[in-house]
């Protein structure tokens, strides 16, 4: 059973566009995230929702959306898509947000190539 | 602002010797963590360091947090092949989870 899944593996697509990448976990998490990998492999924090309600929002163009249904599931929406843009994209869980040292849980990640 | 750094940045060691990892950051910080990652994959998470004097070991890999000094190591006994991966160190920021992670150490075992 994979407990962070996120669809798709890898997106490749044309400037301008946009598109969307959906995360899903099945281990009874309260917060998700999504992080940004960048081609030196770093990793910064984008977004946090805790029970459906956002709780991190870092500096990032309004082009980026995040959305949570439900607490199992966190997607994020990406319009007009721009070069600098590509990256992988990670989805994680973590049982709270930070509390007792949670640990987050990686998804499998995200290959955006903007071209 | 919570900066993390890491050195080295890239690590190539032999089998069978030994290496640490530092891991320093700027501001106040209750946890520490430690991810390894290899190439094309995911983070998978090593260790959670959540208090002073904090010492986890796994195998060959032994973590420690020094919250005066604001350094945590890791340490690699005896390495072997299959410990070859980039390593992230990342520190708690506030109470909502954001991480700050370190720039990666890339570690290559080398027969």
């Known amino acids: ?115 | 602002e919570l900066k993390v750094e890491q050195n080295p940045l890239f690590l190539s060691m032999q089998e069978g010797k030994n290496y640490t990892i530092y891991c320093n950051y700027s501001t106040t910080s209750d946890r520490l963590y430690w991810y390894r990652q290899d190439p094309g994959k995911s983070l998978e998470s090593l260790f959670v360091l959540l208090s002073n004097g904090a010492v986890k070991q796994e195998g060959r890999l032994m973590a420690s947090l020094d919250t005066k000094a604001r350094l945590s190591t890791l340490h690699i006994t005896a390495a072997v092949h299959d410990l070859s991966a980039t390593y992230f160190c990342a520190a708690l920021k506030g109470w909502y989870g954001k991480l700050i992670f370190g720039q990666g150490t890339e570690l290559s075992v080398k027969p």
Request: net charge neutral.
């Open chain 1, 1 to 115: 059973d994979t407990a962070v899944s996120q669809t798709p593996k890898y997106l490749v697509t044309q400037m301008g566009n946009d598109k969307s990448i959906k995360c899903e976990q099945n281990l009874g998490h309260d917060t998700m995230y999504w992080y940004k990998q960048d081609s030196k492999k770093f990793l910064k924090i984008m977004f946090s929702y805790n029970n459906k309600e956002l709780i991190i929002n870092e500096t990032v163009p309004n082009r980026f959306s995040p959305k949570s249904p439900d607490k199992a599931h966190l997607n994020l929406h990406i319009n007009s898509l721009e070069l600098g843009d590509s990256a992988v994209y990670f989805c994680a869980s973590s049982h709270s947000s930070g509390g007792a040292g949670d640990t987050q849980y990686f998804g499998p990640g995200t290959r955006l190539t903007v071209l």
